[in-house]
T-cell receptor
Framework: NAGVMQNPRHLVRRRGQEARLRCSPM?????VYWYRQLPEEGLKFMVY????????ESGMPKERFSAEFPKEGPSILRIQQVVRGDSAAYFC??????????????FGPGTRLTVL | GENVEQHPSTLSVQEGDSAVIKCTYS??????FPWYKQELGKRPQLIID?????GEKKDQRIAVTLNKTAKHFSLHITETQPEDSAVYFC????????????FGDGTTLTVKP
């Protein structure tokens, strides 16, 4: 059973470009979370999605950032017009979240975004 | 919303000594408390977790305690080894409808040989 997959692992963008980060959850998981980790800091929640639905986007900046989790395919975190402050590691995590189970989250390897 | 505070931010111990990391949370509805270990450049990995209906849980050299009344929980690592050196994060979440996890800011543990 493959774990959570993220690609690309490293992404370099110039200021003003767009960044697209992809996350494929573990098989059977239908819930995805995106977190941002600035250098030497903790994980900050950005958005929680289920298939075709955004459940909680309270941690995501209102402008330039968007996320989706379509019926088919990976979840995508999109950052438009990137700025240097967007440079960070972006982790996604997935869970199956059955009613009887606690939401243990399994993390992907992360995408390290560098904005030049 | 939930607020999780973690202390200390850095911790240095001699090999073989014990290490204790403490976290407090604010939302009394939180009922799931995982601990993650993150090595440099790698993903966070779950090392132990505790549910709110349990006060203590052990797994070999690692133990976690939970005090629901005081809203704090702690990670205890005994007989530390150099490979325990990493950043450790605590988190708190509410099980209902798969709520997001709120993480502490992390503790950088260094075990000196």
């Amino acid at each position: 059973n493959a774990g959570v997959m993220q690609n690309p692992r490293h992404l370099v963008r110039r200021r003003g470009q767009e960044a697209r980060l992809r996350c494929s959850p573990m098989k059977g998981h239908s819930h995805v979370y995106w977190y941002r980790q600035l250098p030497e800091e903790g994980l900050k929640f950005m958005v929680y999605l289920q298939k075709e639905n955004i459940i909680d986007e309270s941690g995501m900046p209102k402008e330039r950032f968007s996320a989706e989790f379509p019926k088919e395919g990976p979840s995508i975190l999109r950052i438009q017009q990137v700025v240097r402050g967007d440079s960070a590691a972006y982790f996604c995590a997935s869970t199956d979240n059955r009613v009887i189970s606690y939401n243990e989250q399994f993390f992907g390897p992360g995408t390290r975004l560098t904005v030049l | 919303g939930e607020n999780v505070e973690q202390h200390p931010s850095t911790l240095s111990v001699q090999e073989g000594d014990s290490a204790v990391i403490k976290c407090t949370y604010s939302d009394s509805a939180s009922n799931y408390f995982p601990w993650y270990k993150q090595e440099l450049g790698k993903r966070p990995q779950l090392i132990i977790d505790i549910r709110s209906n349990v006060g203590e849980k052990k797994d070999q050299r690692i133990a976690v305690t939970l005090n629901k009344t005081a809203k704090h929980f702690s990670l205890h690592i005994t007989e530390t080894q150099p490979e325990d050196s990493a950043v450790y994060f605590c988190a708190a979440s509410i099980n209902t409808n798969a709520g997001k996890s709120t993480f502490g800011d992390g503790t950088t543990l260094t075990v000196k040989p």
